[in-house]
């Protein structure tokens, strides 16, 4: 990570200790809630992070510097680390713990992920990430089958487990309808995605014009591996049926004997 540009400079890249630099600010002392994060027992403990190295991160920015504590970028902030490219206004990474705090228009993309947010943690020895709020778009051709278009997916917390690869989002809403305010959504306390596998959304309740219609008796789960969706809301407009809302029940009687049964309300 060395570079002739000075540290503090304009156009900068962490490279080197400077001379002299800002002193730590307590966000960047304090980057990241330790609650439920793993590797967070605490300094000199099972879960104490070793020093930060070049192998582990990259960071541009238009302005960075670095202390002995902390390494910190702002203005168009661009970090790479071996699991993710994260894009921010400012960044704050706390050389200790290896727990980084994003700010700003956050992006972080990784292997089938990425997701948007205006707050990131991210700890880079484990790869657990918390976003705030946060914010993702999955493309049909994600999903194997019984999705025709992209599913946008939000909500006021996601927090990626790595040890399980799965992301859990808190009050999380999941609409095909790319309004800022859908018209229409499916809004669960909890959603669970595991990549490359399924998405769950605990008890959802549709909500049609901010109107709650019904509750599911029952957890809906779309996999991203069967070739078709079991059972699958379909919501929308057109000129002919002007808004509408259908439900698909996928049915199979034989391996050349299946078929949608929808009812339409």
């Known amino acids: 990570m060395e570079s002739e540009t000075p540290v503090g400079e304009e156009g900068g890249q962490i490279a080197g200790e400077p001379a002299e630099a800002p002193q730590p600010t307590e966000a960047a002392a304090q ?3 330790g609650e439920g994060r793993p590797g967070a027992e605490g300094a ?7 020093p930060l190295s070049e192998e582990q991160v990259e960071v541009q920015a238009e302005s960075v510097f670095m202390t002995e504590d902390v390494l910190a970028g702002s203005g168009g902030v661009v970090v790479r680390t071996q699991d993710y490219t994260i894009t921010a206004d400012t960044v704050e990474i706390n050389r200790r713990t290896n727990v980084g705090r994003f700010r700003g228009r956050v992006v972080i993309e990784g292997r089938n992920q990425r997701a948007e947010g205006e707050a990131l943690w991210i700890d880079i020895d484990t790869g657990w990430w918390k976003l705030e709020p946060a914010a993702t778009t999955v493309q049909p051709e994600f999903f194997a089958g019984g999705v025709l278009e992209p599913l946008y997916a939000r909500g006021a917390e996601a927090n990626y487990d ?4 799965t992301v859990h989002v808190s009050r999380g809403e999941v609409t095909s309808c790319e309004l800022p305010k859908p018209h229409y959504a499916l809004k669960s306390s909890q959603v669970t995605v595991r990549p490359d596998d399924k998405v769950t959304l605990r008890r959802p309740s549709l909500y049609f014009f901010g109107h709650r219609l019904l509750q599911y008796p029952f957890n809906l789960t779309m996999s991203l591996r069967e070739r078709e969706q079991r059972v699958f809301p379909e919501l929308g407009s057109n000129d002919v049926e002007g808004n509408y809302l259908k439900f698909a029940f996928l049915y199979l009687m034989g391996s050349h004997n299946n078929g949608v049964l929808r009812l339409h309300f």
């Open 31 to 33: 980057p990241a809630p």
């Open 162 to 165: 790595p040890d399980k690869d």
């Open 44 to 50: 000199g403990g099972p879960g104490a992070a070793r």
